[in-house]
């Protein structure tokens, strides 16, 4: 069914990378075929999933963006040790991409005929985005229908939002008009605390049922996995991180439309 | 006696702007007078220090930037709630300086001139960068003398440190060869978790003793404190995220030769 969702919060740290790995990962698990698309220069995700010495040159996300040929994906798609579950990477060259894309003809919407092509072939496409609302960023918000938000519960995380939806309104009259928002992931949530708390109330007053049930506790077993190249759910299971992914797996797959 | 430091790490929410609050007003409290400049469109540190509402139009660190003629440093300078520590301002403004900084003639070297004109009035002026090793940053690192790193102790912010210190050593190459390491700062440290304890030992292993003996622990009040628009030392003095910043104050006073 091909669905193309951007996992994006300009706000550095609140778990994007973290929930790309491991929410593909629980899908793939869960029999769907899933492509995931670094657009980070800091590659963590390529990283993260134990695939940055499989990363040749010339074969990242970065030649899809800059080059003026249209690329064909499975040049460039590289398997995981998840069974459905396959990798467009990313390596430092794309730093460069982000001031090289400056002076491009559409320069926003480089990627999205990219996933075009591949979008038949996957249930999901995810794409993994850098902490800024950049040209990259751009470009995910363009590839994609929708946006999925992680958001950890605190201050700095809040205010941030307000600039993504705008951005998110922005792209969609000039760009995109079919995206949409996918969902908001409570992330790193210390339910402790009471400034979690308030912060998970204002979201959910905000956004109302678009905030997952799933929440995503703070975990250190899910900050231990990308360390040995694996998604939580094949280096530890049964942890609460791994459980929340799967579990936030189970919530999106229920709420598919019946088709 | 106008020491110009960048705290950056392209990692996101390793801790740059809690550092760049918190330890500026640490050393104010100290009797130092201090200047903070906020380089990050998403203007966190204006925003935590209380200052968005006080921010006027053409009045920030964009305006330094992109304009042709020089600034006066003072005309966008703005008291804090702490006395001898100032802020020039960012707001959302700043996302465009990226794309605008592009096509500028000596583009990287924007903001060394408006901080040189500060220097002699300040003991301390601090620069807080967004998570990217992009052309905003890459003006903190030429307009600075130190680079202080924040690291949390996991592993994305670990594999990032080998980029930023090559980035460092470019930028000495080629536009600032005076810019050195002024320190690198544990943060958000979790001491009951190996990876933390493991991180931390690889990092005082490469570093020595760059790496401060203070070690900021994970702590509320450090995450409450900008919602509140105040640094952890007026919120709760008492916490201690306050003190472990107080501590970082005092060792760096402490490191300073003998004048
Ligand atoms: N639920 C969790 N529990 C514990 N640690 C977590 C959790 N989620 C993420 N982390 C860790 O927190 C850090 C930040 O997460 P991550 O890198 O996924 O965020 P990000 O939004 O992708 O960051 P960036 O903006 O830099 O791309 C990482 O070290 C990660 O391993
Ligand atoms: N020692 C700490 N204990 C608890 N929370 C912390 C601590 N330090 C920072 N935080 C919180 O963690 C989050 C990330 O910190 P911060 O925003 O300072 O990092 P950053 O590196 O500036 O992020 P970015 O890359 O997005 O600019 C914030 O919500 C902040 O309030
Ligand atoms: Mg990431
Ligand atoms: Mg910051």
Request: with cysteine; net charge negative; hydrophobic share 40%.
């Amino acid at each position: 069914m091909g669905r193309i969702i951007s996992i994006a919060n300009q706000k550095g740290g609140v778990g994007k990378t973290t929930t790309a790995i491991n929410l593909a990962a629980s899908l793939a698990m869960g029999e769907r075929s899933v492509l995931l698309v670094d657009l980070d220069p800091q590659s963590n995700l390529t990283s993260g999933i134990g695939l940055t010495e499989a990363v040749a040159s010339k074969r990242t996300v970065y030649e899809a963006l800059t080059s003026d040929t249209p690329l064909d994906p499975r040049e460039i798609e590289l398997d995981t040790q998840v069974t459905g579950l396959r990798l467009i990477p990313a390596d430092r060259h794309l730093t460069g991409a982000e001031v090289e894309l400056v002076g491009m003809l559409a320069r926003e919407s480089r990627l999205r005929p990219l996933l075009q092509q591949a979008k038949s072939r996957y249930d999901y496409i995810f794409i993994d985005t850098p902490p800024s609302l950049g040209l990259l960023t751009l470009n995910a918000l363009v590839a994609a229908e929708t946006i999925l938000i992680p958001l950890n519960c605190e201050y700095f995380a809040l205010e941030g939002l307000a600039e993504l939806t705008s951005t998110m309104q922005r792209v969609r009259a000039t760009l995109n008009p079919t995206l949409d928002l996918e969902g908001v992931l409570l992330t790193m949530a210390d339910t402790r605390t009471r400034l979690g708390q308030g912060v998970a109330e204002e979201v959910r007053r905000h956004f109302g049922d678009k905030v997952y049930d799933t929440v995503i506790p703070r975990n250190v077993r899910l900050a231990e996995a990308p360390g040995h190249g694996l998604p939580a759910i094949l280096y530890d299971v049964r942890s609460r991180g791994a459980e929340a992914y799967l579990a936030l797996a189970r919530e999106i797959l229920d709420r598919e439309a019946p088709r």
